[in-house]
């Protein structure tokens, strides 16, 4: 083999586009990518609940969040609550982030074992801001936040939404069933796939995401399998979709029956619900009438019931093959990893990619870590059926009484013993899954590290309130998660999403030509100010039609407390034509300096006051250039507040050029540092350190501009301003232009 150029991607469904998606765009240059499926071989599609590390791949592909749920009927995912698996009525919630503050020797949950032994601790989710958002219902993201979220979506609508991008890339897709592979007699490597429409297709890399079948892995190649139901019996599962009943839950339900688990994933539209049961105790029927018995909703479509059998290949990549997803081996999805093991299959082939020919070395650490990374998978899996009070039925003795791998039995004892965890490499799950999860099922440690005595009993009473207080205002700042997911993400299909934007496109702007500015000096310095009242004909309807059509998104450019959409071209042109007579004479700009629009967009205020940082909490200037200019429309209807000016006290300035820059920035920079600027929220009126000297009302329709340098914010109504509702938030208009 001289070279590897050809790619072949045998199926499609999740695994075949994300690995479409990937090498297309992150090496595809120089590579010739091909994907073969067909229309006639439904995906299995059951593998709808996500975790965490999702993130990661869609940053390598540039995927935007709000694009991404909308497009696949997401919803957003902090957890998974087990119900019945320790004992009957007896439920624990596994949730994703850390549990409190670790010190260098021992992780919170020492510290926490002593102090419920103490009666000073309360639960140990109360010390997990995922954990209480996901029981108290709220949830929602804002700029340098930590991912500790994952999703809920549909597997079908997913892999159309990674189409999408392969195709920008330049994958092609082949339609057909393949009836041959032809393997090399000398080497053993597949020279190519045969479709049963007669075309063949020769390639390099063959990328195997066939299914439980594992057409080239297994059946061309004979790999091998290694099987782990003795470990993991549950060998059938059935699938059914039906109507949601009511707003989705932060959370994955398992539920554990007599002979196995349901699943319950809550999307925007619908609900994708499942059993996962061992038939050597139950038949299909038993299985499908205790989950009829148990679903919410109308069904939408006939159950599925689909064989599996826990285990992996002996190899993932052998000879010029590569295995993802149920080709690679199967575990059940009881705590969402099975995208997880496709992505990182992925990643690993991109970190491992072959500069010429394939190496043998590339194939052993290709193979050594995947399975290294399963096995942990695996032992976390063994550890709910294994680790439970439950012995009312056949099957659950068997699984209370099973031997167990000795790498699962090593942590059992550890932890049992001394309350130690570590996170191995490649170990997917860190230590606060798996305390939860040895917690929830009944594991309590005899003892705890020694350093926690070394805290006194006010001490460590301190230590714990402060943790839970911090977890509180975090998820205080929080909206409730029915109102993000209704205006942050809200499923749209790709019809609507063109209607949306004809919608756009139709509309025009007539601005009010009896409109004319008036100019207000202000402060020490006179500085003037220009307003326009009554701007459109229509009080700004239009506009606020638009933004009700849009994604918003954070600004992570700045420290805008909120979201933004941009603006349509013809608007800003003719603000443009409004006021740029207004803003050069008003300001004496030089008539040879251009007009330059440096960003143009819709904002809406929807930070809580409790999650600012201390520089949202002060007044602020757009730039020290003294030709920089804001332009603002206010559009929302109903009382909003207005926009003030500040002086700051302790150095006398109103605006900051590069002169006086540095000074105040030490100025603040120290009153940061000492207070943090105290408690306050949104600064709301003069303080013992800003004066407000000049504020202007918010008015439906009027527009003012004002430059850049001067320390300005807005003078913000909590109940009334923050929200993602275009129809009752504070909407505005914002244009920054700067002369050049």
Request: hydrophobic residues 35%; contains cysteine.
């Amino acid at each position: 083999m001289h070279g590897v150029k050809k790619i072949v991607i045998a199926g499609g469904g999740t695994a075949g586009w994300m690995c479409a998606a990937a090498l297309s765009k992150l090496l595809g240059k120089n590579l010739d990518i091909t994907l073969v499926e067909s229309d006639e071989i439904g995906t299995v599609g059951v593998g709808e609940a996500t975790i965490p590390t999702l993130h990661i791949f869609h940053e390598l592909l540039g995927i935007n969040e709000r694009e991404f749920m909308s497009a696949t009927n997401a919803t957003i995912k902090l957890g998974i609550s087990f119900e019945n698996w320790k004992d009957l009525k007896e439920d624990y919630l596994h949730s994703f982030g850390f549990l409190g503050t670790d010190c260098w020797a021992a992780q919170f949950h020492h510290f926490w074992l002593k102090a419920n032994q103490l009666g000073m601790a309360q639960p140990i989710g109360d010390y997990c801001v995922e954990h209480l958002a996901t029981r108290v219902g709220r949830f929602g993201v804002h700029p340098n936040q930590e991912r500790n979220h994952a999703y809920h979506l549909d597997a079908s609508l997913y892999a159309k939404f990674l189409k999408r991008i392969a195709d920008k890339f330049g994958v092609k897709r082949r339609e057909g069933k393949i009836v041959d592979v032809k393997v090399g007699a000398k080497d053993g490597n597949i020279q190519s796939l045969s479709l049963d429409s007669g075309e063949v297709i020769e390639g390099d890399l063959f990328i195997d995401c066939t299914g439980f079948r594992g057409l080239l892995i297994e059946e061309a190649l004979h790999t091998g399998y290694d099987d782990w139901s003795h470990w993991l019996p549950c060998d059938r599962a059935i699938a059914v979709q039906t109507t949601a009943k009511k707003s989705p839950a932060l959370y994955t339900r398992s539920v554990a029956h007599d002979a196995g688990w349901q699943w319950q994933i809550p999307l925007q539209s619908r609900m994708g619900n499942g059993m996962v049961f061992c038939s050597k105790y139950w038949t299909d029927e038993q299985a499908l009438a205790v989950l009829k018995e148990n679903l919410t909703g109308e069904c939408l479509n006939e159950p599925r019931v689909i064989p599996f059998r826990t285990g992996t290949r002996r190899l993932h990549w052998n000879k010029n093959c590569v295995a993802l997803g149920l080709a690679s081996g199967f575990i059940e999805p009881l705590e969402s990893t099975s995208i997880h093991l496709i992505q990182r299959s992925i990643v690993k082939l991109m970190l491992l990619f072959p500069k010429d020919e394939i190496k043998q070395a590339d194939r052993d650490e290709f193979n050594r870590q995947t399975r290294e990374e399963l096995e942990h998978i695996r032992d976390f899996i063994v550890l709910h059926y294994h680790v439970t009070d439950r012995t009312d039925t056949p099957f659950w003795r068997h699984c209370k009484q099973m031997v167990i791998p000795d790498t699962l039995q090593h942590r059992l004892s550890l932890f049992d013993e001394t309350g130690r965890l570590y996170k191995y490499d490649k170990d997917l799950f860190g230590e606060a899954s798996w305390v939860q999860v040895m917690l929830g099922q009944g594991v309590s440690p005899k003892s705890y590290h020694p350093i926690v005595d070394l805290m006194g009993r006010e001490e460590l009473n301190r230590f714990m309130s402060s943790n839970l207080t911090s977890v509180q205002q975090s998820v205080d700042a929080f909206p409730l998660y029915t109102d993000f997911l209704k205006k942050y993400c809200p499923y749209k299909d790709e019809g609507l999403y063109l209607r949306k934007k004809n919608t756009i496109e139709s509309v025009k702007f007539s601005f009010n030509k009896e409109s004319l500015p008036v100019i207000t000096p202000m402060g020490l310095n006179s500085t003037p100010i220009v307003l326009l009242d009554s701007v459109t004909n229509d009080g700004g309807a239009a506009l606020r039609q638009i933004a009700k059509t849009l994604d918003f998104e954070f600004d992570t450019n700045t420290m805008y407390p909120g979201v933004r959409a941009q603006l349509p071209r013809e608007y800003v042109l003719g603000v443009l034509d409004k006021m740029d007579g207004a803003i050069r004479q008003t300001y004496k700009i030089p008539p040879t300096l251009k007009t330059n629009v440096v960003q143009a967009s819709f904002s809406l205020l929807t930070q809580e006051e409790k999650s600012l940082t201390p520089f949202q909490k002060v007044p602020h200037f757009d730039s020290t250039n003294p030709y920089f200019f804001a332009i603002l429309h206010y559009l929302s209807t109903g009382d909003h507040g207005g926009t003030g000016f500040f002086r700051h006290e302790p150095t006398n300035l109103e605006s900051i050029d590069v002169e006086s820059k540095a000074l105040y920035m030490n100025a603040i920079n120290q009153s940061a540092k000492s207070s943090g600027f105290g408690s306050q929220g949104y600064i709301k009126a003069a303080n013992d350190e800003f004066d407000l000297y000049h504020q202007v009302d918010y008015r439906t329709d009027r527009l003012v501009s004002y430059p850049g340098s001067l320390l300005h914010s807005t003078v913000v109504k909590p109940e009334l301003d923050i929200g993602w509702d275009v129809d009752t938030g504070r909407l505005t208009a914002n244009i920054f232009i700067v002369y050049e």
